[in-house]
């Protein structure tokens, strides 16, 4: 909410003079610096049109000048003598009147949502005269944003044709819309009763502007619903002048809500007289002009009541509104952009799923063999498995020649409730070995193939005296494989055969056994291997070097 400074002089009916408004030896009379009171016809042949400043002046003790306004400040100008006047405010005790240069009072930090009522009192048989008043009024809009609508209530056309704008609605008889002095147009009225009506909104201020004249005179102003300082049933005012006042301040109202629409109408009240509207101005924005259908000019400059007469109507194109269509456009165009947007998207996620699902779907069947999943797996791993192995007496023995055959296979068996000893079956008869494992099978080890075969450890996980550590003595036969004490003395090979295979690396591991004694070797697991004969199948991870 920001405030408008307007400025009202005192030829404006808003001003309430008593006991006369325009009597010389009873009240108070006008005076022009333009005019001179030599030059004025009284028989009114002349149109006596004012010139130049005005001012109202009183030398009756007891004269009294009124205004009513909403505001939240006032200032009023003119001349007097301190201690001849006194100023009340809103019915208060008087103050004696104090004048500062050309201010006779000034009150300011006022409740601006309220009527407030300033009345000065002649004390002394001393002149007190009175040229404007300044007030500030609130307003929903900043004073730079602000353009105030005109509409003229008359226009002239082609061959001198004149038109009465449709804003305007009539009631009642004594119209006329032909009177244009100096080119000043005006609707106006004559009959007692008849009235001149309008609506408006959008706008925080109303002004209408008339003409004063020695013809005119009372006249109300009703605005319906009420706001501002005029109440239920309107206002009364007094249009009358000495001089012919053109384009003057005739009605002001502020403090109206900008979201109402008002209904206002003015009639006349003495037959013979007259009461007239020249046109009427709304502070608004460009954007909130409402179409009016006739005559419409935009100024961005504040309203100021002119105080010299003279001036003519002016016809200009109505202030430029917001494109309906346009903005339908745009929000069309919006939604286009945001709908192809949204689809856009929709289709790169799509994209990216099925891409990932193909890659997927290659991945399994690069892991496919024979119809079947294999999923690999790593049970304590290390860099490369041994190619040697130690024997109780650290004789190394070669295990890079060992070739597992079909047979190798038959005999091998694991006890998934212990991870110290193995037997890994038999193989003909001869020298049997026996070794303890000292890995310990983890929560990572797992079967992909079948509950009771799992492939072996690697090498590289157990110790480099897998001979020589274990205590229990060799026993039984058959399958099985017991264990021997350290202190008991290896045995050589008991044939040239054994020999042979022994020193090669591709026999039976000697040990202090009888030569009845079965031989075993380690064989590598290669997964589930088909009971064909025909053929052996070996995995893709197959190493030869595994044993």
Known sequence: MSSLNITITDQSPAFAYFPDRESASSGWHSTWTGSPDSSYDSTHTQSNIAQGTSSHVTTLAGATVQFDFVGSAVSVYGQGTAGAYTVTLDGGSPVSGVPMGPMLATYGGLNDSVKHTILLTTTQ????????????????????????????????????????????????????????????????????????????????????????????????????????????????????????????????????????????????????????????????????????????????????????SGSGAGTTSPPKKSSTAGKTAAIAASLFVGAVAVVAAAIIV????????????????????????????????????????????????????????????????????????????????????????????????????????????????????FLGSTSAAASGSGSGLGLRSQSQPESRPSSQVDAQLYSSGKGPIPSEASSSSRPIRHEVDAGRIPLSQEEETLPPTYDATWV
């Not at 008002?262 to 509207?277: A, E, F, H, P, R």
Request: proline share 7%.
């Open 125 to 308: 048989s001393q002149a007190l005269t009175l040229s404007y008043a300044t007030f500030t009024i609130r307003s929903h809009l900043a004073p730079s944003s602000v353009v105030n609508t005109t509409i003229t209530a008359v226009t002239t056309g082609a061959n001198n044709s004149v038109s009465t704008n449709s804003f305007f609605s009539e009631t009642g008889s004594g119209f006329s819309n032909l009177h244009q002095d100096d080119g000043y147009t005006r609707i106006d009225t004559n009959s007692a009763g008849s009235s001149i009506s309008f609506s408006c909104s959008n706008t925080s201020a109303l002004y209408i502007y008339g003409t004063s004249n020695w013809n005119h005179q009372t006249f109300s102003i009703e605005i319906e619903p009420p706001a501002g300082a005029s109440p239920q049933g309107g206002r009364i005012f007094n249009g009358t002048s000495k001089w012919f006042v053109l384009d003057n301040l005739v009605f002001f109202e502020s403090g109206l809500d900008p979201t109402q629409t008002y209904q206002v109408k003015m009639t006349n009240l003495v037959d013979g007289s007259y009461s007239d509207i020249h046109s009427v101005r709304l502070p608004s924005s460009p954007f909130e002009s409402t179409s009016t259908g006739g005559s419409v000019s935009a100024s961005s400059s504040l309203p100021s009541p002119s105080s010299t």
């Open 350 to 465: 799509a994209f990216f799923c099925w891409r990932r699902r193909a890659k997927n779907k290659r991945n399994r069947s690069r892991l496919s063999l024979s119809g079947m999943m294999v999923t690999p797996f790593e049970d304590n791993p290390h860099p490369s498995p041994p190619t040697t192995m130690s024997t109780n007496n650290n004789t190394p023995m070669n295990l890079s020649h060992l070739e597992p055959t079909a047979s190798s296979y038959a005999g091998y068996s694991i006890n998934s409730a212990s991870n110290s000893v193995k037997d890994f079956g038999t193989r003909g008869t001869g020298h049997g070995v026996q070794y303890s494992e000292l890995s310990t099978r983890g929560s990572g080890d797992f079967d992909p193939y079948s509950p009771d075969l799992r492939p072996p450890q690697p090498f590289a996980a157990r110790s480099a005296s």
